[in-house]
């Protein structure tokens, strides 16, 4: 026959005894109740005997009523009802894969972002916490590849929109897509003066080009159109010029139709054609006339000195003939006669020079 595992004991309803075979606080906590719970003594009589509160007796062998066998071993407090200072599981996983996404988030912007998502914002230092924990990020790639590297134009700047909305600051967003912070700045403008179809390729040429004449010089080019019909462009930008205003001649030609449509002013028509003259000192033989170009000079420093009645004029000449036409020799006359002059010079040539014609007109006897 097998040994007991267990020595045999006589029952007993002593406490004193019950006490000391009682192996686990639990077990010696049932049988504190067991009088109690199964018939029906009174807390205060079991009190007495064990020596404890009767006010615990009673809340324990309530709570055994109530909950059963697991009333008797200890559970862990319960969590704290949430007062607003934990945060949830999505708001902390979303600190974390922002920061994973674009490490140069500060805590601030993280914030601003969590506030646009959940409506509720967190401190600073609460987000410091939380990348501080060690939670895993749940992204493991970009949402949008850099700026560039769309090919669609729109979908390029769609992705400012979208990342601005969800509360990127212009900032992180030009980081991130790694384009200038001009560019968000335009973007973000056009996406709020004209929606959706801002996004879209535009040319780049502006739809009115910069102009330089305004309404004061379409007024003072209407002044001369009225007052001298018969102007045209280059008239018109000389007398413009005077009183400060510079325009091309192309620019006052635009401007006189205008004003000439505006007032009901009839372009001026040209004029006859001339009859064509003959030259009058047109030459039949070589040497008959010759031309002078003659300039005065009031001082010079040629190294003679003037003639006394003169007192330091000079005459300085120059000779051309007309057929064939060429230039012959300039000339510094002293005082006046100047064709006397030529006239000897002419000798030593032995050429026969009939006259010589000035830009009076007048021509001299050689």
Request: hydrophobic share 30%.
């Amino acid at each position: 026959m097998p040994a007991r595992k267990r020595k045999r004991r006589e029952r007993t309803h002593d406490w004193q005894e019950i006490q000391q075979y009682t192996l686990w606080p639990e077990q010696q906590l049932y049988e504190k109740i067991r009088p109690v719970v199964l018939f029906g003594e009174t807390a205060a009589e079991r009190a007495k005997e064990t020596g404890t509160s009767e006010r615990t007796l009673h809340h324990q062998a309530k709570r055994f009523e109530q909950e059963g066998m697991a009333s008797l071993f200890r559970h862990p407090p319960p969590p704290a009802p949430d007062q607003g200072r934990s945060l949830p599981q999505e708001m902390r996983q979303l600190i974390v894969d922002l920061k994973a996404e674009h490490p140069g988030f500060t805590p601030h912007e993280i914030a601003r972002i969590c506030f646009l998502r959940f409506g509720r914002k967190p401190s600073d230092h609460t987000v410091k916490r939380v990348l501080a924990d060690g939670l895993k990020p749940s992204v493991t790639m970009r949402r949008y590849p850099p700026y560039a590297e769309i090919a669609n134009g729109y979908q390029r700047r769609r992705a400012i929109v979208d990342l601005h909305a969800e509360g990127w600051s212009n900032t992180s967003i030009s980081a991130y897509l790694q384009t200038p912070r001009h560019r968000v700045y335009e973007v973000l403008k056009r996406w709020a003066q004209e929606g959706h179809a801002g996004l879209d390729d535009k040319p780049s040429t502006p739809h009115r080009p910069a102009r330089k004449a305004g309404i004061r010089e379409i007024n003072e080019v209407g002044k001369l159109v009225v007052e001298s019909p018969e102007l045209g462009a280059y008239r018109v930008r000389a007398a413009l010029e005077q009183i400060g205003i510079k325009l091309s001649q192309t620019t006052c030609g635009r401007l006189l139709a205008l004003n000439r449509k505006l007032y009901g002013v009839d372009s001026p028509k040209g004029g006859k054609e001339r009859e064509k003259k003959e030259m009058p000192f047109k030459a039949s033989y070589r040497h008959e006339y010759w031309c002078v170009d003659v300039r005065y000079i009031e001082e010079h420093n040629l190294g003679f000195p003037p003639p006394p009645k003169i007192s330091g004029t000079t005459w300085k000449c120059s000779l051309q003939r007309s057929r064939p036409q060429a230039c012959l020799k300039p000339l510094e006359v002293p005082g006046a006669g100047f064709f006397t002059v030529i006239r000897r010079w002419m000798c030593t040539q032995h050429w026969g020079l009939k006259s010589c014609a000035s830009r009076s007109g007048k021509p001299g006897k050689i």
